[in-house]
């Protein structure tokens, strides 16, 4: 049964204590469920890939295989999601008549078929040319073929995950979240089975495989939350469909802005990667594996339960106080969820890379340094995690220029601290740029967003942060002091070993977390423990 959220996610009127509506905890416990399973199958995925392949030629190539298809997803269409589908296809969904609605969304799958078509066909004829733009000048031989082999499997999950991404924005905008959240974990659900059964016959071609099935499956698990649809692909009269104008307009400054993330911080940084060396590349990946676990847990749950109802209020001509508490309530339930997930994630980088990734070819060099790439990575992921939600704030106001401008003034300062500590950080100079490029984009936003809003409704956000920090910080020191303690204690060699440490020094995290915000007065964590009481009830 799918979870439709009916009533506004969050109102003028939702309690005294200014908590969130139970709809918000809903949805965004959905999502961040969907999330879970999403990323542990990712992780699955991540460990077995380092299991069988290790850090080398087969998962170089992998990598560089996957990067080009996804990367034209977002240019193409990943972004439409989320800044131009949602607030669009919500305000038509408000509508009585939903006439316009299935019209909309016909004439946009149509123009995905049309499009994907001929750009499949492309990648297909031109993958070599592809794959020589994308690789450094450094990347081996060995690596370059692979890769374009495997992109020409990997290139038609392209047309799979346009489709989904048009239908899942639908059923978001229609506020039907249980399809969409679960989709990822299909995905790469499908990417482990097709691997297991395939890769002692076809090497790391079962991988791509798998990423090509996975893709098609996760489309396909859309159709029930959409059966009451009236969906048929048009493919004439596309661009005559005021809608299709609309998210067309919207979309200009995204697609710009994306094209130059795609340059930049990826391109740019995989050509920078590969020339510092073998393994560098897979190294990168195993650690944005991990940091996106609580990404996706927190700030992607919260910013995809609140866009719908913040795309309807932004459109209301009085909906502006109700907007500033929807997003205030976002922004405050995610300091206080992401900061605690980086520092502890950042005290447990190593044993939790260890144990998740040190099998088979996977040594304990490589788990130095990927646990040493993750802490870099997590210095950002605070700031990342709250310019999430303003992003999706500008968008639910169909706003996507401010973004978009902001996005080159944080990828200039990505390029400037990446090539100017190369030299001496090598590609951990990438991790360290990703950060600073997080830090720039959320203060610029935050400011413009402010000033926009004439404030955030009395929101609380400093003493929010401070007190959250706090909390944070002792909760670090007690959590080292467990590791240091059990490692000295315990042989640090096999998986058991491993799993004790990792799992007494998060229990001691969590725990002393937990008393340490009761003791700071920090409110937004008295609303988790009350929601998760009541949803454990019921």
Known sequence: MDVVISEPVATDADGLDGAPSEGMVRATGVIALGNVASRVLGLVREMMLSTL???????????????????????????????????VLSEYAAREDRRELWDLVNALLGLVVITLAALILGLELLAPQVIG??????????????????????????????????????????????????????????????????????????????????????????????????????????????????????????????????????????????????????????????????????????????LPTLSRQAAQADGLPAFKNTLGQGL??????????????????????????????????????????????LLGLPFAAIDLLLVFAFYARQNTLTPALVGLVSLAAYMVVAVVLLRWYSFFALMIADSVKHLVHTSVSAWL?????????????????????????????????????????????????????????????VASFSRFASWLGLEEWRWMQRMVQQRLGR
Do not use: C
Not at 484 to 507: D, H, M, N, Q
């Open 133 to 306: 733009i994308v690789a450094s000048s450094k990347a081996t031989p060995e690596v370059i073929d692979e890769a374009t082999r495997l992109l020409r499997v990997t290139a038609p999950a392209l047309m799979f995950l346009s489709l989904f991404a048009v239908l899942s924005g639908l059923l978001y905008a229609l506020r039907r979240f249980t399809w969409p959240a679960f989709a990822s974990a299909v995905f790469n659900g499908m990417i482990v089975l097709v691997t297991l059964v395939f890769h002692a016959r076809l090497g790391i071609t079962a991988v791509a495989v798998g990423w090509l099935v996975g893709a098609g499956v996760q489309l396909a698990l859309q159709a029930p939350g959409l059966r009451d649809a009236r969906l048929r692909i048009r493919l004439r009269g596309i661009l005559a469909s005021p809608g299709v104008r609309t998210i067309g307009l919207l979309y200009i400054p995204v697609m710009a802005s994306l094209a130059l993330d795609v340059l930049v911080n990826r391109t740019f940084s995989y050509n920078l990667a590969s020339s510092t060396g073998e393994g560098s590349i897979s190294y990168m990946s195993w650690a944005t594996t991990l940091i996106q676990f609580p990404q996706g847990l927190v700030a992607i749950a919260i910013s995809a339960a609140i």
């Open 53 to 87: 392949f290790g850090a080398g030629v087969a998962v170089d190539a992998f990598n560089l295989a996957i990067v080009v298809p996804r990367s034209l997803y977002d240019l193409l269409i990943g972004g439409h999601v989320n800044s131009a589908l949602v607030p």
């Open 449 to 509: 967003l402010w000033r926009g809003l004439d404030g955030y409704g009395g929101q609380r956000l400093t003493s929010t942060i401070l007190r959250t920090l706090l909390a944070a910080a002792g909760m670090g020191v007690l959590a080292w002091l467990v590791v240091a303690g059990l490692e000295a204690a315990v042989p640090f060699g096999g998986i058991p070993a491993r799993l004790v440490v990792v799992g007494a020094a998060g229990a001691v995290g």
């Open 332 to 377: 405050r339930l995610a300091i206080v969820l992401i900061i605690p997930a980086a520092v502890g994630l950042f005290v447990l980088a190593a044993p939790v890379v260890s144990l998740l990734f040190e099998h088979g070819k996977f040594t304990a060099t490589d788990t130095a340094f990927t646990a040493l790439a993750l802490r870099l990575y």
